[in-house]
C-alpha cells in the first residue's frame, strides 16, 4: 500500500503476521456486500447518517459585511458539513462502526485505541459498549488534563483509560503505547486504530470509512446548489476527516482542495504541527510520511491549542496528495483558530471543536476575497463541548 514514495509497511517482525490477518480481512470484507449493508445500517441508524450540509447563513452574512468594509464586495457561500451532529460528536463514528465490525470478524476479543482529543477514544469506548468489548484507550497525560470531559465520557462508556506520561505526553506518545501494547497481545487484541495513517492498510482503510463524508457533502452540494463547490476546507490531525472529504472530489479538477495544519505559535519556531509545511519525508508508527524531525532525525513533540491535531506527523495519503501538488495545506495558529472558535459560537451558535476551529479560521480567511456566487464547503468535524473549559480558562471566563 504505497501512496508514490509515501505509505508502505514498517513494523515489527512480531506484528507482520498481525498485520497479514489485518490486510486479509480487509481485502476480504471491502467489496463484501453482507459488511456494507451492516456498516450502512449502522451508520444510518446509530451513528445518524447522513450528516447535514448545512447553510452557514451567520458566518456567510458576517464575512460579506468584512469584505464589504474592504471595499470587495464579495464573500462566497460557506457550508458546514455537520460531523459534529454524529453520535459522540465527532466524524471518528464512521471509522469506528468499520472497524468494530472488521474485529467482529476477525474473532478479536479485546479493543485498544489511542486517542489525544478523545473523540477517537470516546468513539472507540463507543462502539465497544454497543459490540460487548473490553476497550483500553491510551492518552497522553497532557490530554487527559485537556480533554477532560471526554475522559470521562470514556470511563462511564465502560473503556480503561491509560494515561501515558512518556515524552510529551500527546498523541505520539499514547500512539506508541498502543503500539507496544497489540505487539504483546497479538492474539486477542485489535488495534482501532484513530486516523488514516499507521501500516498498510491502516491509513486505507480509514480513508475507506471516512470517505462517506465526501460522497454525501458532493451529492448534498449538487442537490442543494445544482453545482460543485468551489473549494473543500478540512482541519489535519493525522489526516482522516480531511481525506474522508477530499477523497470523492480528487477527480473534480476545478475543486480547490485545502488541508489545515496545527500552526501553533508559528512556523518559524518548533511550536507547532506543521508537518507538511515544515517537515520531511520520515517513517513513524509503521509508514512513511512527512514528519517534525530534528537534524538527528528524533521526532520532535510539537503543539497545538487543539489535542486533535496535536501529532508531528500525517497520514500518507496527505503527503502524497501535497507532492502531487493536488491539494494545498496551509498552517493556520492557534490565536486565529481560538478567534474562529469564538466567531462561530457569536455568529452561528455552534461551538466547533478546536480542531475543526482551524478549518473555519481559513475560510475565514480566504472568504472575503471571493466572489459571492461560489461556494466553499468546510468540514465540522467535531463539537467543542470538550473544549469548552481550556477556552474559558485562555479567555479568563468564570465557570
Ligand atoms: C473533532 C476532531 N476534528 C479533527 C481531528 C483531527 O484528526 P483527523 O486528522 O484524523 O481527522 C480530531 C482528532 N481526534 C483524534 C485524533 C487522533 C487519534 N489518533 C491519532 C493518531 C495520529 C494523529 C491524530 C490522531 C483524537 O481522538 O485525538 C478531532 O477530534
Redesign the pocket.
Known sequence: GMFGIFGGRFVAETLMPLILDLERHWNEVKNDPDFRAELTDLSTHYAGRPSKLYFAEGLTKHLREVSSAKGLGGGAKVYFKREDLNHTG???INNCLGQILLAKRMGKKRIIA????????VASATVAARFGYPCVVYMGATDVARQSPNVFRMKLLGAEVRPVTAGHGT?KDA?NEALRDWVTNVEDTYYLI????GPHPYPELVRDFQSVIGTEARAQILEQEGRLPDTIIA????????IGLFHPFLDDKDVRIIGIEAGGRGLDGIEHCASMNAGSPGVLHGNRTYLLQNADGQIMDGHSIS???D?PGVGPEHSWLRDSGRVEYVPILDDEALEAFKLTTRVEGIIP?L??AHAIAHAVKIVPAMDKDQIVIVNL??RGDKDVHTVASMLGMEI
Do not use: W
Open positions: 465527532s466524524h471518528k489511542e486517542t489525544g482529543a478523545g473523540q477517537h477514544g498523541l500512539m484513530g486516523t488514516a495513517a482541519a489535519v490531525g493525522g489526516g482522516s476527516n480531511a489535542a486533535g491535531l501529532y471543536a480542531e475543526s468535524s467535531g
